[in-house]
């Protein structure tokens, strides 16, 4: 058992934390086509899949 003042096991959490951004970053980095959406498409993709859920 290893006991911590709380400042520093909250500082480890936000360590572990970027450490796991970063991986996520780096496999989607990696996975990249290249292929974009514009702005405008992304919102009618996204308000009529809103309107079909209603």
């Keep these: 058992m290893v006991v911590l003042p709380i400042t520093e096991f909250n500082n480890i959490i936000e ?3 970027d ?4 991986k996520l ?3 989607a980095k ?5 292929e ?3 702005m405008e498409e992304v919102f009618r ?4 899949k809103h309107k079909n859920s209603l």
Aim: charged share 40%.
């Design 45 to 48: 993709i996204i308000e009529d």
């Design 19 to 22: 450490v796991e951004d970063i």
């Design 30 to 34: 990696s996975n990249d086509t290249g």
């Design 36 to 38: 974009r959406i514009p």
């Design 25 to 27: 970053y780096d496999v």
């Design 15 to 17: 360590e572990l934390e």
